[in-house]
């Protein structure tokens, strides 16, 4: 039959007109890759391989590689729109898949495994039925993530049918075997996507009839006829001829081998961790989650880059989107969620390794990038405070366990909490990358890293970042907490604490009453901030900062619950906060800068994590976040939470079009599982429940700084400024009487001058202004602060 295949020829047309690529759908059944040397990745959504990552996980080759079924005589059914497919694992936790197409004339049975070795994906195809179907395979390059550039062919090598596809350092090569073990390829086509590709080939004449050997340069589109059952070979190489014999030489080892040594690399992976006993009682799909989650914490970390892990192999909305960072880029937030997760695994090696490779990245100020590619590139350039004291967290977390195994980071310890200290207790983004101002999650991790850190500082340095740490964590209620607001009143609480406090909070008052901007939203709806309400308080609870049954905090619980829970028939799941924009408009329509936010299964984690500390049951929590997996069993960034509308595939409690796998999502579903059979978070930080146990500390002073400057003083209380250099401070009180100077002291992460001011009484004001020795000159402003009867 091979002989009587007319042989490609010609050139495809190219298009008149590009749209910017879109990636694949982001609702991943399946992500996987292998624990040999193989430096390669997939996903698998819609029931065929989407995109494929090499040789790290921040370079995708390939939008997707799917499948066509036709007789030739006009019947024609793309795989990937064919519904009811059906995933087969071969355990929880092993990436490696069988999936099931059933049609009325056929069936298609589709096992996808990388080559251990190899970097090389390997697709075995059985096609039963009607004999007078064939498969087609059609593949979508993206080598180097780029659509414009690559070049496509249809050819043969040394003697072998193939299609392969180059663009700058990157080759890829399709070839394809028959159970003879001989090139099994019959027609093929190298096409460009939307004018010559496949698909518009079967769009147009419903049979294959396009034989193009060649394309010019663009978005490209491979194509060939298999036969009935053949293992197809996808490899990825320095230059097509590099592509072309790594997936020869894997083809000729055989698939059954590379399945049979996946399978078994992966199961004795898992079984260097045990469930506690004490989580033998979950139900079974929640522990098939529980491995399946870790597996999924292990696929999503490089290869190249020991430590490195993404936040996802998906690209959210990727069916309209151009991104061309997606999810899989590095953000040392989610980063350091997975390693707590690792560490809570007793997977130390893999903590350690994060570990240094937050340290080989973090910047010569102490602060990380809000994201980077995995070599430590920029992406966005937003500044998250959290992001900077996340790793503070993970260096105590290991020196707790005294895992750190000599790894010398008092330096960035140290230089991390200089920028805390400097830029804090605003941030210039929230954890969402949205708003500036003072949140409450971002402070508790920012205090939680000042009382950690204190393990690797001595003296002064140490006294400065706990002192920091006591009277950020002692204001938290003046500067984030209202009461009697009109949505208070509504939602029947006395007050809440808000999403996050404008900055200027710390300079004067009225603050909260600010706009502070929702984005993501066709139209803002223009809310001060006292008006918008977030979850995100509840990092108090779980770091120790505040009791599980505060006043404040049992009343911005059942706020959250009344405001932003939304009850799926698969649990409860809640949304960032009110007005959010970041999802699904309400017609389906995919995020396209703005929409409408649903609801998030970590948040449900997150939840969790609080009932736990009061005293709560967790397993329906868990029970939730299970049944909102998607087909796959892995767990969305989002789910739906509106009426469904079964055209977009949108139905309630179940995955949404954004991020699938989320890997933070991941990390605290284990998290919390783990947390329910010790009774306590396990991330929480060991010292900072020490010092706090729930408690606002009582403190005898307030600090003064130019970025935070407190407009009143209670008596009794003594100040203190906290100054970045060395000062000399003139002072006196009630129209400049007394006036004194007093110089600042070095406290190894700041300057401070403490003013002997516990004897003013009430209606007293005190007046200073600063002078700088290191450059002879004077502040140029004048400075008072009231002296009131309480903390006000």
């Known amino acids: 039959m091979k002989n009587s295949i007319p042989q490609p020829a010609g050139t495809a047309p190219a298009p008149e007109w590009r749209n910017p690529a879109s990636w694949s759908s982001a609702r991943k059944d399946m992500t996987g890759t292998t624990l040999g040397a193989s430096r390669l990745w997939f996903s698998v959504a819609q029931g065929i391989v989407s995109e494929v990552y090499y040789p790290r996980l921040d370079i995708p080759q390939l939008k997707d590689l799917g499948l066509i079924v036709a007789d030739g005589q006009g019947f024609w059914q793309e795989l990937r729109r064919l519904p009811g497919y059906t995933l087969e694992f071969v355990a929880p936790g092993i990436p490696v898949v069988t999936i099931h197409h059933r049609h009325a004339r056929f069936d298609l049975h589709l096992r996808i495994c990388p080559d251990p070795q190899r970097d090389v994906l390997l697709l075995d ?33 040394e003697g072998r049918s193939l299609l392969w596809a180059e663009q700058g350092p990157f080759g890829m090569a399709l070839m394809c075997a028959g159970n003879d073990g001989l090139p099994g390829f019959g027609m093929r086509s190298a096409g460009s ?97 529980l491995q399946r989650s870790a597996s999924v914490l292990k696929i999503h970390q490089d290869h190249t880059y020991p430590g490195a892990a993404v936040a996802s192999l998906s690209v959210p909305w990727g069916e309209s989107s151009s991104s061309q960072g997606g999810y899989h880029l590095v953000w040392s937030r989610d980063l350091v969620e997975t390693a707590g997760a690792l560490l809570a695994m007793d997977k130390l090696d893999d903590a350690r390794a994060i570990l240094c490779y937050l340290m080989a990245t973090q910047q010569s100020d102490g602060h990380w990038l809000q994201n980077q590619w995995l070599g430590g590139k920029p992406f966005w350039q ?3 405070l959290d992001e900077t004291a996340f790793p503070v967290l993970l260096a105590a977390a290991l020196h707790a366990r005294d895992a750190l195994a000599q790894i010398p980071v008092h330096d960035t310890v140290r230089r991390a909490l200089d920028f805390i200290l400097r830029e804090g207790p605003s941030t210039g983004q929230d954890r969402w990358e949205e708003d500036a101002g003072i949140n409450t999650f971002t402070l508790a991790v920012a205090i939680a890293a000042l009382v950690e850190g204190t393990a690797f500082l001595q003296g002064r340095e140490r006294d400065c970042a706990l002192m920091l740490a006591d009277y950020w964590n002692a204001r938290l209620e003046d500067w984030t907490w209202v009461e009697d607001t009109q949505l208070a009143r509504s939602l029947g609480v006395p007050g809440y604490y808000l999403r996050s406090a404008p900055t200027d909070e710390l300079i004067h008052d009225g603050a909260k009453l600010e706009h502070l901007l929702i984005k993501n939203r066709a139209i803002d709806p223009d809310l001060p901030a006292e008006e918008q309400l977030a979850t995100d308080f509840l990092q108090l609870v779980r770091y120790g900062l505040r009791d599980a049954h505060d006043p404040c905090i049992a009343a911005s619980v059942t706020a959250i619950d009344k405001l932003l829970k939304t009850d799926t028939p698969n649990g409860p799941v809640w949304h960032r906060y009110n007005g959010d924009g970041y999802g699904e408009h309400a017609d389906g329509r995919p995020f396209d800068g703005s929409g409408h936010g649903r609801g998030w299964p970590l948040l449900t984690g997150e939840r969790a994590h609080y009932a736990l500390m009061a005293g709560d049951d967790v397993l329906p929590y868990i029970n939730a976040i299970t049944a909102m997996t998607g087909s796959g069993g892995l767990i969305p960034e989002q789910v739906w939470d509106a009426d469904p509308i079964p055209a977009r595939d949108l139905y309630p409690g179940q995955p949404s079009g954004s991020a699938m796998p989320l890997v933070w999502a991941h990390a605290e579903y284990i998290k919390l599982c783990l947390s329910h059979a010790q009774g306590y978070p396990v991330d929480r930080p060991v010292q900072t429940w020490l010092r706090y146990h729930g408690q606002r500390p009582a403190i005898s002073y307030y600090l003064w700084r130019l970025q935070q400057r407190p407009r009143n ?80």
């Open 193 to 289: 996507v939307g004018e010559s590709d496949l698909w518009q080939d079967f769009d147009r004449h419903r049979r294959m009839t396009w034989c193009f050997a060649d394309t010019e340069p663009g978005e490209v589109s491979l194509a060939g006829e298999l036969p009935h059952r053949c293992t197809v070979a996808l490899g990825l190489g320095s230059s097509k001829e590099a592509a072309a014999t790594l997936a020869w030489s894997a083809l000729m080892r055989g698939f059954e081998p590379a399945w049979k040594d996946q399978c078994a690399d992966w199961e004795n992976w898992q079984k260097n961790w045990q469930l506690p006993v004490a989580l033998s009682a979950l139900p079974d799909a929640a522990q098939q989650l």
């Open 713 to 792: 003083l209670p008596a009794g209380k003594e100040l203190r400024l906290l100054l970045h250099s060395p000062a000399r401070v003139h002072w006196g009180h009630s129209g400049w009487q007394d006036i004194a100077d007093v110089d600042t002291q070095d406290w190894g992460l700041a300057h401070i001058a403490i003013l002997p001011t516990t004897q003013l009484r009430p209606g007293d004001t005190l007046e200073f202004t600063l002078y700088w020795p290191e450059t002879g000159q004077w502040q140029g402003e004048n400075f008072s602060l009231h002296i009131t009867g309480d903390a006000s």
């Open 125 to 157: 195809i059985e096609l039963e039925g009607d004999t007078e179907l064939r498969p087609y395979l059609l593949a979508a390059p993206r080598l180097g993530g780029d659509s414009l550039t690559n070049r496509a062919w249809a050819d043969s090598w």
């Open 382 to 384: 937003g500044i998250q």
